[in-house]
């Protein structure tokens, strides 16, 4: 069962608050694990009190489904970042991508049009989908990043994906033991952008 949660989780050391809400999909939603050892909040946990993470993440969801979801969610909690980890369902599940980069720039000018940061996570499907749409699509993200001018992770879990230990037994989700990694990478990349924290 897909699962809808808000966690309002507290961040950094400035004095002017500021919200980020990450919009995505299983990889954020701890699917398969419980939802105190997703690498959402093990980074909070890290994390001095100040700010809040949103956490709006459903297992399963499409960039169809976030697009359709993102309008509520900005108008409900005014964040000042939205980091999009959205797009990898699309992916396996064939949908076309055209489709996919169309609603991404959609969900990126919703956010710039309300004065709201977005965030980009790039996102890559296994070769087995095709060379050629699996190579389209992971370059969907850099290139919409380029166009909007706005900061992109680069997808680096393939590690993850190769290593037993860090892959539920269904092939796809990362494990218990693949959130500290996950959350230490996010982590990388969001501190010099969001100044969460003085120094690593």
């Known amino acids: 069962m897909t699962r809808f949660f808000y966690l309002c989780l507290l961040l950094s050391v400035s004095t002017n608050g500021s919200t980020l809400l990450v919009l995505g999909d ?10 105190e050892n997703g690498w959402v909040h093990l980074l909070s946990k890290e994390l001095d009190p ?3 993470i949103i956490n709006a ?3 399963g969801d499409t960039s169809g489904n976030g697009l359709a979801r993102l ?7 005014n964040p000042d970042y939205v980091l999009i980890e959205l797009g990898a369902n699309d992916g396996l599940r064939g949908h076309p991508l055209r489709l996919l980069r169309a609603n991404i ?16 996570f790039g996102m890559e499907i296994p070769a087995n989908y095709g060379r050629r749409y699996s190579g ?4 969907i993200y850099p290139s ?5 001018e706005i900061p992109l992770m680069p997808f680096q879990f393939k590690d993850l994906a190769t290593t037993k230990t ?3 037994a269904d092939g796809l989700h990362p494990s218990l033991e693949a959130q500290t990694v996950i959350k230490a990478r996010v982590k990388s990349f969001l501190t010099p952008i969001l100044q969460l924290i003085p120094s690593l």
């Open 26 to 35: 299983s990889l954020s939603a701890s699917y398969g694990i419980a939802e």
């Open 166 to 168: 860090m892959i539920q």
């Open 144 to 148: 919409l990043a380029s166009q909007f």
């Open 71 to 77: 309008p509520k969610l900005l108008n409900q909690f």
């Open 136 to 139: 389209d699509f992971a370059e």
């Open 57 to 59: 993440s459903v297992s």
């Open 105 to 120: 720039e959609q969900m990126i000018m919703m956010c710039q049009n309300k004065n709201i940061q977005p965030l980009l």
């Open 50 to 52: 100040h700010h809040k």
